[in-house]
Antibody
Framework: QVQLVESGGGVVQPGRSLRLSCAAS????????MHWVRQAPGKGLEWVAI????????DYADFVKGRFTISRDNSKNTLFLQMNSLRTEDTGVFYC????????????WGQGTTVTVS | QSALTQPASVSGSPGQSITISCTGT?????????VSWFQHHPGKAPKLMIY???VRPSGVSNRFSGSKSGNTASLTISGLQAEDEADYYC??????????FGGGTKLTVL
């Protein structure tokens, strides 16, 4: 079955960088768009970014534009989120999620990895 | 990018039906029918319950149904059960080719 396993979270100081990874299995990774979504403590889900199946198209939420970069390595079935210039408000759980197709909406979620900016 | 508007909380007794609304602008819904609903038990991965406004994924109970009228989408849960108690989020594809979530609704089964 589809499995998404995030890693790379941790505690980081404001202004520093962190790179999240998401290892995918159970489906043909290179055929699907992929998302990152975050949830701040006690808050709701916030969409962060999407990358197309081949990495050629990327879209971001306004609050991360210019700071975060989504990428993927289809040869390793892995999704990444490079987070630079981190702010305290970036603290939260970051989820990797598989799209239903190219860009039709999230279908499956990972368990998340926690990022604390402090 | 403001979140779609959902009630903060709803409640119902076992066996009853409840409806959660999700309101946005025409830009929030982008003229598409790419509205999804997710169930989230804290500490677990969210789960897709409805996509494309009305479609239930395989394995999701038929007690869950979706609809949309104008700029308001809705999730109805009939025959409430204790395990339905969770946070529920709507999501939509916007006219900016981005995605937006609702603020979330906490469902309490009394």
């Amino acid at each position: 079955q589809v499995q998404l396993v995030e890693s790379g979270g941790g505690v980081v100081q404001p202004g520093r960088s962190l790179r999240l990874s998401c290892a995918a299995s159970g489906f043909t990774f290179r055929n699907y768009g992929m998302h990152w979504v975050r949830q701040a403590p006690g808050k709701g889900l916030e969409w962060v970014a999407i990358i197309s199946y081949d990495g050629s198209n990327k879209d971001y939420a306004d609050f991360v534009k210019g700071r975060f970069t989504i990428s993927r390595d289809n040869s390793k079935n892995t999704l990444f989120l490079q987070m630079n210039s981190l702010r305290t408000e970036d603290t939260g759980v970051f989820y990797c999620a598989k799209d239903r197709g190219l860009d039709y909406g999230i279908e499956v979620w990972g368990q998340g990895t926690t990022v604390t900016v402090s | 990018q403001s979140a779609l508007t959902q009630p903060a909380s709803v409640s119902g007794s076992p066996g009853q039906s409840i409806t959660i609304s999700c309101t946005g602008t025409s830009s929030d819904f982008g003229g598409y029918n790419y509205v999804s609903w997710f169930q989230h038990h804290p500490g677990k991965a969210p789960k897709l319950m409805i996509y494309d406004v009305i479609v239930r994924p395989s394995g999701v109970s038929n007690r869950f149904s979706g609809s949309k009228s104008g700029n308001t989408a809705s999730l109805t849960i009939s025959g409430l059960q204790a395990e339905d108690e969770a946070d529920y989020y709507c999501s939509s594809f916007t006219s900016s080719s981005t995605w937006v979530f609702g603020g979330g609704t906490k469902l309490t089964v009394l």
